[in-house]
Antibody, heavy 119, light 106 residues
Framework: EVQLVETGGGLIQPGGSLRLSCAAS????????MSWVRQAPGKGLEWVSV???????YYEDTVKGRFTISRDSAKNTLYLQMKSLRVEDMAVYYC?????????????WGQGTMVTVSS | DIQMTQSPSSLSASVGDRVTITCRAS??????LNWYQQKPGKAPKLLIS???SLQSGVPSRFSGSGSGTDFSLTISSLHPEDFAVYYC?????????FGQGTKVDI
């Protein structure tokens, strides 16, 4: 069964750092595009970052320079390192594959992990 | 970035109603348009890809159409489990963007 499970969310003060993990099963995180999408409380979906098969990565403008996406093939896990966190980064963070089953679509999603940024 | 605008933002409907949600892109995206359904406390679920391709397991009462800048999602006859928030998303640009969502409630 294809599955993604996020962990690592929690309460963090503004300016702090946090690392999210997304463990994959049933497929390889290195074999497809992988992404993070977030959803602030009561708001819509926002793409955050993507890592391609070749290892290249891209970021939404407001997180560029603060967030880093990476993956560990041996652990089959995707990561999002978040630094200099702001109140506006508070959201549920989902990892998702792009194009594993369906080209150009977020087709497999994790259950999400909540990041709360508050003093 | 490509802006995606959905309308309406919310709608009230009854079981059995036909419902149509529209999505407009700020520039031509051909058919690089996907639709997702999200229920409270759950991750989004891909319903339709490439504007009109129904995903496996998704009921046939869901359909998508459009190309270029104007798209629509239609539910031909609402079932109780269809009350949710629906999002469109463009994959033309590799800076993916979503619409703001349309809440379908009773």
């Amino acid at each position: 069964e294809v599955q993604l499970v996020e962990t690592g969310g929690g309460l963090i003060q503004p300016g702090g750092s946090l690392r999210l993990s997304c463990a994959a099963s049933g497929f390889s995180v290195s074999g497809t595009f992988m992404s993070w999408v977030r959803q602030a409380p009561g708001k819509g979906l926002e793409w955050v970052s993507v890592i391609y098969n070749d290892g290249s990565s891209y970021y939404e403008d407001t997180v560029k320079g603060r967030f880093t996406i990476s993956r560990d093939s041996a652990k089959n896990t995707l990561y999002l390192q978040m630094k200099s966190l702001r109140v506006e980064d508070m959201a549920v963070y989902y990892c998702a594959s792009i194009g594993y089953f369906t080209p150009d679509a977020f087709d497999v999603w994790g259950q999400g992990t909540m990041v709360t940024v508050s003093s | 970035d490509i802006q995606m605008t959905q309308s309406p933002s919310s709608l009230s409907a009854s079981v059995g109603d036909r419902v149509t949600i529209t999505c407009r892109a700020s520039q031509n995206i051909n058919k690089y348009l996907n639709w997702y359904q999200q229920k409270p406390g759950k991750a989004p679920k891909l319903l339709i890809s490439a504007a009109s391709s129904l995903q496996s397991g998704v009921p046939s009462r869901f359909s998508g159409s459009g190309s270029g800048t104007d798209f629509s999602l239609t539910i031909s006859s609402l079932h109780p489990e269809d009350f949710a928030v629906y999002y469109c998303q463009q994959s033309y640009s590799l800076r993916w963007t979503f619409g703001q969502g349309t809440k379908v409630d009773i």
